[in-house]
């Protein structure tokens, strides 16, 4: 598995990508279920990241199959 900082660098590489590419996306962010913690003190770790990371992208490969232009 991946160490926390690579995960964590791609995040913000996805976020700033996704950012700058598809304004219309990045305003759901923050309402990624992922985000919203449900314990008091949650164990962030990276197998927690790494599960963002991929909700990420499978948000972004969403959002580019149903919004390809013909």
Same mark, same amino acid.
């Given at each position: 598995m991946k160490k926390l900082q690579e995960i964590l660098s791609e995040i913000t590489e996805l976020t700033f990508k996704i950012e700058n590419n598809?304004? &219309? /996306?990045y305003q759901f962010l923050g309402e990624n279920p992922l985000t919203i913690p449900s314990d008091n003190h949650p164990d962030i770790n990276e197998k927690v990241m790494q599960d963002y990371l991929e909700s990420l992208k499978?948000?972004?490969? $969403? $959002? /580019? &199959?149903t919004h390809k232009i013909n």
């Open positions: 598809y304004p &219309e /996306l499978q948000l972004l490969a $969403h $959002h /580019l &199959e």
